[in-house]
């Protein structure tokens, strides 16, 4: 079992056990009632507050909301542990104030909270918010949930938030003494949000795409969600005893509340009269291993031993509003808490990571954060990321559960033919996780494959040490790419100075130099990378390209490499060239044979051709008596780093 991440250890001194029901709410663990109620609402605040939100597109309504609801909990906090689901409880509190039972005629209906909350003028504030001019698609759905009932937007912003379907939702409902009719509501403002959906993409000149609805709704809650000011922070006030503090009012002003507005749980809590206590409905949110949440780290329930920890689920929402924490456990004694953050462009439908460690027993105040360089791109259902170690390294990996094993290869090496040699590990999941002890943290050529993904391994900021080695090197780089030490590599550098009259604008000005380095590896594989740098007294700039796998018998072959900023309509090429080369001319490779321009004498190993605006051409080199030393297509080869299968071949 030394691939499988070990339970965590807790010692905490006992006064209540707070039972556990479902995820969402406590582990068993022995707390006061004070710590374990303002554990609870630093916890579960950000998801309340969320749902809220989407129902009244207010921000100061939901904070109000929100804070009332929390506050019906504590005269009743112990009787509500015992009866075992908290998170329920809240759940059933909260909509209780957004959407209170229709009452008969005669009822008082001043209360503000005990009123059905219609959309608000802010819902277009939070429009122009959301408003993006290069998607049409957030600003048309949230027009399109305001034109909704409090009820179906409650509804929509439960499935995503709380991972509850509509027919939950109702049953909450029936739990806050409303007997709503919530599935044909939302059945129905869904095809009214399809059709909302079809047009906002076709005003971005995109094809509907119905299977994304859910997707950008999600995205929607998270963009309002981030919105909000910082949810308020209980843990000072959780320990106050409730007949110490006098009712506040809750202030708001731009929608924003005052940060004391928390306070006013406790005086709401001693002023009025708690409801009577229903026993709460439990709402499943284990998803079996065939359930369809697993598609997505989106919906993914919480794994991990520690991942009903109230603490370790505060420090995530403290720290990464909308985030969605993923799993937290000991890893290889390490305590390890990973996180989905909103995901951005860059990674498509992938999986951004926000990463806490420190030393096993650690509470959450003291993990630390790990910065994670870069995400799960593309591929929505695999997490894999280097875990730090006090003296080695570790590998994470998540899944589906119905995912047996993934596997790792934490070095690439070129070989004479210009391929690239791996060596594969397997590691083993259970239920979908897995994990491996490594001997030291990986370099920049590690890779991963599990599922559909098959790429990086994202990996702690703090593995990519630069060792002060000059830049201009390509053995150190090589060496860690390869395992190889790095005076097992032979280097060889080849640098071209080019005359004063060609230049390179877009690096700077000055005198430009090409530097081709190549590495040979003791089994005979070739690498190579190409500088250009400018230079003078005002500055310098440069750029580089590669590293490359080659064929051993191409080591010397040319490499050619478009440098302009393609808006002239010219082309400017740099070509390094072989030994005893004395002129490279371009031609056009569509069989035309046509030349792109005239031969260019070599300075040193290089030169520097303008042609007409193309993207790839022919090179035809000649020695002092003319003779061809070359005539064909340049050679880039294979990316050294071999991450990508893509570009791996």
Not at 92 to 105: E, G, K, T
Not at 130 to 158: G, I, K, Q, W, Y
Not at 159 to 164: F, G
């Amino acid at each position: 079992m030394g691939d499988t991440p070990r339970p965590g250890r807790r010692s905490l001194s006992a006064e209540v056990l707070a039972p556990v029901r479902s995820p969402g709410d406590t582990v068993p663990v022995t707390v006061s009632a004070q710590e374990d109620f303002g554990g609870f609402v630093a916890a579960r605040w950000p998801d309340l507050e969320a749902v809220a939100l989407v129902t009244t597109l207010d921000p100061a309504a939901a904070r109000e909301a929100t804070t009332a609801a929390l506050a019906t909990l504590h005269p009743r906090w112990a009787s509500t542990l015992e009866e075992g689901a908290p998170t329920t409880a809240a759940r059933v509190a909260l909509l209780a104030r957004l959407l209170p039972a229709r009452r008969s005629r005669g009822t008082d209906r001043t209360d503000r909270t005990d009123r059905e909350v219609p959309a608000a003028p802010a819902a277009a504030a939070l429009e122009s918010a959301v408003t993006d001019p290069h998607d049409a698609v957030p600003a048309a759905l949230l027009r399109a949930l305001a034109a909704e009932e409090p009820l179906v937007r409650c509804a929509l912003a439960a499935e995503v938030v709380w991972e509850c379907p509509p027919a939950e939702t109702g049953r909450l409902l029936a739990g806050a003494g409303s007997e709503r009719a919530v599935e044909p509501a939302v059945a129905a403002a869904r095809e009214r949000l399809v059709t909302a959906h079809r047009a906002a993409r076709a005003e971005d000149d995109l094809s509907p795409a119905d299977h994304r609805l859910e997707g950008d709704l999600e995205d929607l809650v998270h963009r309002l969600v981030a919105l909000q000011p910082e949810p308020p922070d209980a843990g000072s006030l959780v320990g106050q005893r409730a007949r110490s503090v006098r009712r506040r009012a809750l202030v708001t002003g731009g929608g924003v509340l005052a940060a004391a507005g928390v306070a006013t749980w406790w005086g709401l809590a001693a002023r009025e009269e708690a409801p009577p206590a229903r026993r709460p409905v439990a709402v499943p949110t284990t998803a079996g291993p065939d359930d369809a949440a697993w598609r997505s780290t989106s919906r993914w329930p919480a794994r991990g031993a520690l991942a009903t920890d109230l603490g370790i689920q505060a420090l995530v929402a403290r720290a990464a509003p909308g985030a969605r924490l993923l799993y937290a456990d000991d890893v290889h004694d390490v305590r390890c808490v990973l996180a989905k953050t909103l995901t951005p462009d860059d990674v498509g439908d992938g999986t951004q990571l926000r990463m806490w460690a420190g030393s096993v027993g650690a509470p959450a105040e003291q993990l630390t954060e790990v910065v994670v360089g870069f995400g799960i791109y593309t591929v929505p259902d695999v997490v894999a990321v280097g875990v730090p170690h006090p003296t080695e390294a570790a590998l994470l990996v998540l899944s589906q559960p119905t995912v047996e094993v993934a596997q790792y290869s934490l070095l690439a090496r070129p070989t004479r033919g210009g391929l690239v040699s791996r060596t594969w590990r397997d590691v083993r999941l259970t239920d979908g996780v897995g994990s491996a002890l490594l001997a030291a943290p990986t370099g920049p050529a590690a890779r991963v494959r599990c599922g559909d993904y098959d790429g990086p391994l994202p990996v702690p900021e703090s593995w990519n040490v630069f060792d002060g080695t000059d830049d201009d090197l390509l053995a150190p780089t090589v060496a860690d790419i390869t395992g190889y030490r790095a005076d097992q590599l032979r280097e060889r550098r080849v640098v071209s100075r080019m005359p004063a009259r060609v230049t390179l604008p877009q690096l700077g000005a000055g005198r430009v130099t090409v530097t081709l380095a190549v590495v040979h590896t003791p089994d005979g594989g070739v690498v190579r990378s190409l500088r250009l740098a400018t230079g003078d007294a005002a500055g310098s700039g440069y750029t580089s390209f590669g590293p490359f796998v080659v064929p051993a018998d191409r080591a010397e072959a040319p490499y050619a490499v478009r440098v302009d900023d393609y808006s002239s309509g010219r082309a400017t090429w740099v070509v390094t060239a072989p030994p005893g080369a004395a002129t490279v001319q371009l031609r056009t490779d569509d069989g035309s044979d046509r030349p792109l321009a005239r031969p260019v004498p070599v300075t040193g190993h290089a030169v520097v051709v303008g042609t007409t605006d193309l993207n790839s051409a022919r090179v035809l080199v000649r020695d002092g008596r003319g003779r061809v030393l070359w005539n064909d297509a340049p050679v880039e080869g294979r990316f050294a780093y071999d991450t990508d299968p893509v570009t791996a071949g």
